[in-house]
């Protein structure tokens, strides 16, 4: 791992912030690629698709919840 730029930043926050947002932005790019497999008549990939969705949507609400409360804590 080490080719990978290391974050901009040095906030915990932050990092918080861009791993949200990529689980975020997978459960939508997942949507597409299972939408496609069903198309095709392909269900099994589209299970699969969904899966993986379901796991990415799980850790946005996650990461959610815990930036709220980090967000929270820190004006209390």
Same mark, same amino acid.
């Given at each position: 791992?080490?080719? =990978? #730029?290391? &974050? #901009? !930043?040095?906030? #915990? @926050?932050? +990092?918080?912030?861009? !791993?949200? =947002?990529? &689980? *975020?932005?997978? !459960?939508?790019?997942?949507?597409?690629?299972?939408? +496609?497999? =069903?198309? @095709?008549? +392909?269900?099994?990939?589209?299970?699969?698709? /969904? /899966?993986? $969705? =379901? @796991? @990415? /949507?799980?850790?946005?609400? $996650?990461? &959610?919840?815990? *930036?709220?409360? /980090?967000? $929270?804590?820190? &004006?209390?």
């Amino acid at each position: 791992m080490a080719n =990978e #730029p290391q &974050s #901009p !930043v040095k906030d #915990p @926050n932050y +990092d918080l912030i861009a !791993v949200l =947002e990529k &689980s *975020l932005q997978a !459960v939508f790019q997942l949507e597409t690629y299972a939408k +496609d497999a =069903e198309q @095709n008549g +392909d269900t099994e990939l589209a299970e699969w698709f /969904r /899966r993986i $969705q =379901e @796991n @990415n /949507r799980k850790a946005g609400d $996650q990461g &959610s919840e815990l *930036l709220l409360k /980090r967000l $929270q804590n820190r &004006s209390a």
